[in-house]
C-alpha cells in the first residue's frame, strides 16, 4: 500500500525566512505525488504535482519541490515566508490500479506559522 | 468557470438523524471523490464515484453510509442515524479524467457537527 509521512505537524519560520516542510513517501512504484494547501475553513488547494516529467517542480505562490528517489522524498520548500502562507500543508500520493488510480491518500498534515 | 460546490457549508444533526451532503463537481468532470477530515486529522478517502456508478468504496464505513453520483444532479453522501463520531469536514472533489497523476479539484466542505 502506498502511504506518505509528514515529518513534523507543526513548522513556525519567520517572514522572510526559508520554508522546508518534509514528505516522505513509500510506494513500489514511481509514484505521483502532490502538495495542497488547506486555510482555515476552506477546502484543498493544489500548490503543484509530480508525474514524473522532471525531479524539480515548481507550484504556485513561489513554492517548488524536488523529488528524489534514492531519499523516497518529496520535500516542499519556499525560499522567502510571507505571512499569507500561514496554513496547513498535505502531502498525498496517488493509488494505482483501475480502481484506485485516482485515490489520494494524505499525510497527517503540516501547520506552518509564520511570525512577524 | 464555477468550483466545485458542496452545500450545505454547515450542518448540524442530533443523534439519530440523517444528514445528507451534496457536491456538484466542476463543469465537465465526471469523476467524484469524498474525503474526509477528523479533526486535528488529514483527509481520509471515503468514496469514488463516476456517474451512476460507485468505483471504489473501500474506505467508506459498511453501515449508516452510503453515497450516489446521479445521471442529473449532484453527488450526494448520506449518512443515517448519526453518531457524535461522524462529527468531521466531509469533502468533495472532483477531476475530469481518472488516473494518477489527474488533478483533483476539492469543494470547500461541509462541516458536520453530531450534537
Known amino acids: 500500500a502506498q502511504s506518505v509521512t509528514q515529518l513534523g505537524s507543526h513548522v513556525s519560520v519567520s517572514e522572510g525566512a526559508l520554508v522546508l516542510l518534509r514528505c516522505n513517501y513509500s510506494s513500489s512504484v514511481p509514484p505521483y505525488l502532490f502538495w495542497y494547501v488547506q486555510y482555515p475553513n476552506q477546502g484543498l488547494q493544489l500548490l503543484l504535482k509530480?508525474?514524473?516529467?522532471?525531479?524539480l517542480v515548481k507550484g504556485i505562490n513561489g513554492f517548488e519541490a524536488e523529488f528524489k528517489k534514492s531519499e523516497t522524498s518529496f520535500h516542499l520548500t519556499k525560499p522567502s515566508a510571507h505571512m499569507s502562507d500561514a496554513a496547513e500543508y498535505f502531502c498525498?500520493?496517488?493509488?494505482?490500479?483501475?480502481?484506485?488510480?485516482?485515490?489520494?491518500?494524505f499525510g497527517e498534515g503540516t501547520q506552518l506559522t509564520v511570525n512577524p | 468557470n464555477a468550483g466545485v460546490m458542496q452545500n450545505p457549508r454547515h450542518l448540524v444533526r442530533r443523534r439519530g438523524q440523517e444528514a445528507r451532503l451534496r457536491c456538484s463537481p466542476m463543469?465537465?468532470?465526471?469523476?467524484v471523490y469524498w474525503y474526509r477530515q477528523l479533526p486535528e486529522e488529514g483527509l481520509k478517502f471515503m468514496v469514488y464515484?463516476?456517474?451512476?456508478?460507485?468505483?471504489?468504496e473501500s474506505g467508506m464505513p459498511k453501515e449508516r453510509f452510503s453515497a450516489e453520483f446521479p445521471k442529473e444532479g449532484p453527488s450526494i453522501l448520506r449518512i443515517q442515524q448519526v453518531v457524535r463520531g461522524d462529527s468531521a469536514a466531509y469533502f468533495c472533489?472532483?477531476?475530469?479524467?481518472?488516473?494518477?497523476?489527474?488533478?483533483?479539484?476539492f469543494g470547500p466542505g461541509t462541516r458536520l457537527l453530531v450534537l
Open positions: 509530480y508525474t514524473s516529467a522532471a525531479t
Open positions: 498525498a500520493v496517488s493509488g494505482l490500479g483501475e480502481t484506485s488510480g485516482s485515490r489520494l491518500t
Open positions: 463543469k465537465g468532470h465526471s469523476h
Open positions: 464515484l463516476q456517474k451512476e456508478n460507485i468505483i471504489d
Open positions: 472533489a472532483s477531476s475530469l479524467i481518472a488516473g494518477g497523476p489527474e488533478t483533483q479539484y
